[in-house]
């Protein structure tokens, strides 16, 4: 996903905020995403058991927010956990949390989630699965690298740290310029 999707997604938020639930109309391009029609290699979410966003927190800080499609669980991948309270984190979590299930329902590919699709989904940040950094500025990187070895059920702790960060900085500025990352 793109911090695009987190944009609308939150935009989205306010107006069911505004309009409450019963008159609440979920925007189409966010239904289109989990249909995998909005990415140039986007993929159905029906056929995902997890989505990844980048979320980024009050401009400072990047995070990897987990969908979990099997468990409808959010989950925050964070490597500087000191930056953000719990409830601060609750903040931004929250309005995926209330969207994601209506979202999903719209898209009219997951009935087999039943209930989970009529009330929001819970939310965790586990603090003893992220390496956390020491240094600023390099959230990004440790975001991306998270959500890479996290897709693939690799440790994140034993992998990812501020001594190898700047090595995977620079992978990840070839590996985009060269056009070969994959979404």
Known sequence: MTDLFCQQLMGNFLEHKRQGRKNFVVDADLV??????????G???????????PLNINGKHWVALV??????????????????????????????????????RKANKFKHLGQQLTRPWSWRR????????????????????????????????????????????????IEIFDGSMEP
């Not at 993929?43 to 966003?53: F, L, M, N, Q």
Request: with cysteine; hydrophobic share 35%; charged share 25%.
């Open 67 to 104: 969908i979990d499609l099997v468990n409808c669980l959010l989950i925050v991948l964070d490597n500087d956990v000191r930056l953000t309270k719990s409830d601060d984190m609750g903040d931004h979590v929250r309005p995926f949390c209330a969207m994601i299930p209506l979202i999903l």
């Open 32 to 41: 289109d995403y989990v249909k995998g029609n909005k990415l140039q290699r």
């Open 126 to 173: 586990p603090l003893d699965i992220c390496a956390q950094s020491r240094r600023s500025g390099d959230c990004g990187v440790y975001m991306l690298k998270n959500i890479e070895l996290h897709s693939m059920g690799l440790p994140l702790i034993e992998n990812m740290n501020d001594e190898n960060v700047e090595y995977h900085r620079r992978r990840y500025a």
């Open 43 to 53: 993929r159905p979410w029906s056929k995902c058991k997890s989505v990844y966003v």
